[in-house]
């Protein structure tokens, strides 16, 4: 069943339109991220579920009941920012605590569930800080706990990792995530970090320009990009323009040679497409081996270690440059550089881009 | 050998990095000297004198003489006025100040406004006098239109020459001086912490009382004493409005100076000491309160 | 509904921001109605030409000027080092330097000028009120005192928005002496500040009237309330002429701060592309 749904949302600021018929539909207790580039209209979406901006069209619903002319503070919705928001003049038990307060819980009830907050974000001896005499992480740990104790229906978190460093980012997101499930609150997510997005949710929205490129769960979001932005937006990939010679066959003509899909393209002979290829999915071939797959010919530009892979720059005969994806312990067998070199692809592992 | 060329050395250094500390020092002693000469020993000055007789002996009968009934009296109407023209200020500017940044004025509008501030805390003293004569003097600009529609102000009981006339004028500086000085404090207000206690269901009424008034306590209290002082201290605009009748301290202090009223000059130096006395203890207060409403600071 | 909570929020910010506009520009329309009223029945300016013709007017505004002038010269020799060099060489002494400079706000002009009179008064050990130039000396050191705490607020804000030790630093490791540091460095970077200081104090002791009064100065302020005690429709005329000379002076401060570097004086002197 649908629990938050968001039905053809619009948002227009004076003449610019930053969110355009955004159709998204959320089962109870899912996590879903929004990912996109900076401007893309992420927050502004956030901003809408929670109720602090109005869509200039289309409506909004949680749990069947139609919100988009709630106040925020009637929609029963939890929040993080990025700047963790927390209330200066309160302890961190004070900031955990307001939401029950406002709700008007018993003090006994209060200071129960604070405490389980805290012990439940590992902050269980903190009670009696201030938010400045806390870490950025534990800052942050607190903002959960505080929008998380009133029992919200809905969790909207705004890059809530973004001002931290890398190590804690990693714990964090784990732990958010585990406590998310414990409590099955569904959640929606907003970053531009796709490592981020990729590890938390169970489904990710790609967005551009205020619209949803794609939603789909980590795996054919990457696997599957919809759309060329998708594909160049997540992780490396190389491209290779070229003509659909048959469509049947899905024989493609580029300037490195020709190209077999080995599987039918749903497009004119004489097309201009796109393949998208991932680094990793290349293989490198050893000088005498042969391949049952495509085979692409050139020789190797430079080399960049980046710890668990060899990331390899190829110069294709008559083509663009490639990036292949070796791993480390294949380190002994790769090549010098300017050497001839082949590489080997699965022509299924091979996306047709729509232009 | 290696040692005794060492000692010396070693001895030598840290001298040589307080000597430089001591000619650092140097730098900071016109300041220290023009403060010393021209602030501070005036005011030693005057604490002395208000202890001392004529002649020189030590007497607690200055201080004693503040206590007469006309003096106090003039204390107790000065706080009174300060304090009435310092809330006043504080409560208008703060709504102003406000309506301004967080109630979605256009900006030109805030910008005008907090140039003409600029301009008007700056506007006090004699002109202000003048023009508020030409408002609300028996013969100014609302009173006479007040009358035109039936309306006596001065039947009232109302007159720009007393006390709420007076703190009225004053009120002329302190809200722009308000509005100056509270606008960092208001810019201050993050507005996810208002959007925060909303998402966990907070209403305005209760935001303002468990976070915003909270953290912007200490600032307008401070804006709250620089506005008293301000007022505490303002002489050129009483003389200007009501010649010296309006028997305020510092009237009172700058008839004494002039030769008059008094015919104890020490008690000239007891009236200065009251009205520093009343700055200390204000000030004091204030750090107190100030402590306490911002243990959540570093 | 939201559309509706919106704008309903709106209108007590409008009526309180109405309330006040007209609370600050009616005493002005008041005083420059006034100041039109001198010939009978008729709009006239004479009240304007009466105070600027006269001679008392113009030698006591002279005098301030030049008093203001030179407090102003004062207080920027005496603040800007002080500032400088307790950035730079002894951060321990600046809460120190900072409350003598705000004293002056909390201690009242007509306490401080007691103080002065008495203490360099006639049979003192620093007789300055039995000459002429002495007094005037006491009233420019008042003036300076008075002053302190915008003069020194506005420089050492200018320091801190440059971080004054780093680019000492950044200048002697390239090879700058310290004098070369302070003329070519630090100077041209806080001359905004110290303009915006400087209007800040001729606007304070244009119109200042206590020490000028109690020194016995031929000043513009003592001028003012004896203009008010004896005349009806000039002090009005001064009213407005004070205010718009604070209006000018205040506007000449902002145009100081917020010069950009590169930029000139006059905005037809501009080298720097606007951005
Ligand atoms: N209140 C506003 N008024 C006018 N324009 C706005 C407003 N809020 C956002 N915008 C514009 O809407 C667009 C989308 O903004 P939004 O904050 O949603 O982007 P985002 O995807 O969250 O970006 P980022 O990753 O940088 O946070 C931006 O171009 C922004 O300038
Ligand atoms: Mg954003």
Known sequence: ?355 | MVATTDLPMNSTAPRKGRARLRLAWLGVVPFLAFALLFLLAPLFYLVIGAFQTPEGGFTLANMAGLAAPNIAASFWLSIRLSLASAAIGTVTGLLLAHALILGGMPGWMRRGLTAFSGVASNFAGVPLAFAFIATLGRLGLVTVLFKGLGFDLYATGFSLFSFWGLALTYLYFQMPLMLLVITPALEGLKPEWREAAESLGASGPQYWRMVGGPVLAPSVMGCFLLLFANAFGTLATVIALTGSNFSVVPILLFQQIRGNVLYNPNLGYALALGMILIMVVSNLLYIALRARAERWQK | MMVARKTGRRIGPALITLAAALYFFVPLYAAFQFSLQMRRGEWSLDAYRSVLASDVFLNAFLFSITASGAAILCGVLLVVPTAYWVRLKLPRLRPVVEFISLLPLIIPSVVLVFGQIRLFGSNSWLPLTTTDLGTNLLLIAGYVVLSLPYMFRAVDNGMAMIDIATLTEAAETLGASRLRTIVTVIFPNIRAAIVSGAFLTFSICLGEFVIASLLNRQAFGPYMVQLGQDRAYEPAALAILSFGLTWLLMALMQAAAQRKPGQGWLPFRNKAPRP
């Open chain 1, 1 to 355: 069943m649908t629990f938050l749904a968001l039905n053809a949302v619009s948002k227009n600021f004076g003449p610019n339109t930053v969110v355009r018929d955004f159709d998204l539909a959320m089962h109870n207790g899912e996590f879903i991220s929004l990912l996109g580039p900076s401007g893309c209209g992420k927050t502004t979406v956030l901003r809408m579920v929670a109720g602090f901006e109005t869509p200039s069209a289309g409506q909004i619903e949680i749990e069947g009941q139609d919100v988009t002319g709630m106040r925020p503070n009637q929609r029963r919705i939890g929040m993080m920012f990025q700047s963790y928001a927390l209330f200066p003049n309160l302890t961190v038990a004070g900031n955990v605590a307001f939401g029950l307060k406002v709700a008007g819980l018993p003090k006994a009830e209060v200071a129960a569930r604070v405490q389980e907050m805290l012990d439940m974000v590992g902050l269980s001896g903190l009670g009696g800080r201030y938010p400045f005499q806390l870490s950025g992480g534990q800052q942050q740990r607190v903002a959960l706990a505080r929008a998380i104790a009133p029992r919200p229906r809905v969790l909207l978190l705004d890059e809530p990792l973004s001002a931290l460093d890398a190590k804690i980012r990693v714990s964090l997101r784990t732990e958010i995530r585990a406590i998310q499930r414990q409590l099955g609150i569904t959640t929606l997510f907003v970053t531009h970090d796709q490592e981020e997005a990729m590890t938390m949710s169970d489904r990710v929205v790609v967005m551009s320009g205020g619209r949803a490129d794609q939603v789909g769960r980590p795996e054919e979001i990457y696997n599957r990009p919809a759309t060329r932005f998708v594909a160049e937006f997540i992780g490396a990939l190389n491209l290779l323009p070229g003509t659909l010679r048959d469509p049947t066959a899905g024989m493609v003509e580029t300037a490195t040679g020709p190209v077999a899909l080995a599987r039918p393209v749903e497009r004119p002979a004489g097309a201009a497409v796109t393949l998208a290829i991932r680094p990793e999915m290349l293989r490198l071939l050893a000088p005498d081996e042969a391949t049952s797959g495509h085979a692409f010919h050139g020789h190797l530009l430079a080399r960049e270690f980046l710890g668990p892979i060899i990331r390899l720059r190829a110069q294709l005969q008559n083509g663009p440059v490639f990036s292949v994806d070796c791993f480390n312990r294949d380190g002994g067998a790769i090549p010098e550089i300017g050497q001839i070199i082949r590489l080997a692809l699965h022509p299924e592992e091979m996306v047709l881009l729509e232009e």
